[in-house]
């Protein structure tokens, strides 16, 4: 059964254009949400969060907005840079539990 | 200061051995995390442990599978007679613990092969 869903297993894009990321889930009991980023033979790292009570968090380049009658979320990097391709991973919690997605593969091309 | 560290970062074992992975969190978090990372898949709760309080182990896959944390700090996840099903990267996270909705920090990973 799983609670979080990452549709595209991989996107290409455009060095300087934005990246799209999209997640999905299933627990209405969720009340937080987190983006990891993962390089290769590394564990995930945090790169940004938000709380069930905002629709838009923003970090930089870095933009999650969540639609929680959709029950979906977003990431948006913009511009996109060739260090930002990785394993990009959607995690919803309650309370301390995390549940993942699957991760979506970007790669950002010259 | 140092991360989230994690040993073997490899290991091959045969099927039927038993395995040791072992965590050391960032200093002075209570909270500790172990999951699991099948290929293509998302990363899997495994257990959870927080302070003294006793461990949340609902996501084990099954008796095979155990941990503890001993003195509030390493933790040891152990596998019992190895099956290749157990091949994976097997993450640890550790966080502050003062509260839900904390940022987890995680490690490398250990990379178990099971042949």
């Known amino acids: 059964d799983q609670q979080v869903k990452q549709n595209s297993p991989s996107l290409s894009v455009q060095e300087g254009r934005i990246s799209i990321l999209n997640c999905d889930y299933t627990n209405s009991m969720f009340d937080y949400f987190l983006w990891y980023k993962k390089y290769p033979a590394e564990g995930p790292t945090f790169l940004i969060s938000?709380?069930?009570?905002?629709d838009k968090n923003e970090d930089g380049r870095f933009t999650v907005f969540l639609n929680k009658s959709a029950k979906h979320l977003s990431l948006h990097i913009v511009p996109s840079q060739p260090g930002d391709s990785a394993v990009y991973f959607c995690?919803?919690?309650?309370?301390?539990?995390?549940?993942f997605g699957a991760g979506t593969t970007v790669t950002v091309r010259a | 200061g140092a991360g989230v560290s994690q040993s073997p970062s490899n290991k091959v074992t045969e099927k039927g051995k038993d395995v040791e992975l072992r965590c050391d969190p960032i200093?002075?978090?209570?909270?500790l995390y172990w999951y699991r990372q099948s290929l293509g898949q998302g990363l899997e709760f495994l257990i959870y442990f927080q302070g003294n309080s006793a461990p949340d182990k609902s996501g084990l896959p099954s008796d095979r599978f155990s941990a503890e944390r001993t003195g509030g700090s390493v933790s040891t996840l152990t596998i019992q007679r190895t099956q290749q099903e157990d091949s994976a990267v097997y993450l640890c996270?550790?966080?502050?613990?003062?509260?839900?909705?904390?940022?987890?920090?995680f490690g490398p990973g250990t990379r178990l092969l099971v042949l």
């Open positions: 938000i709380s069930s009570i905002k």
């Open positions: 996270a550790s966080s502050l613990g003062n509260r839900g909705g904390e940022t987890q920090y």
């Open positions: 995690a919803a919690g309650s309370d301390y539990k995390l549940s």
């Open positions: 200093s002075g978090h209570t909270a």
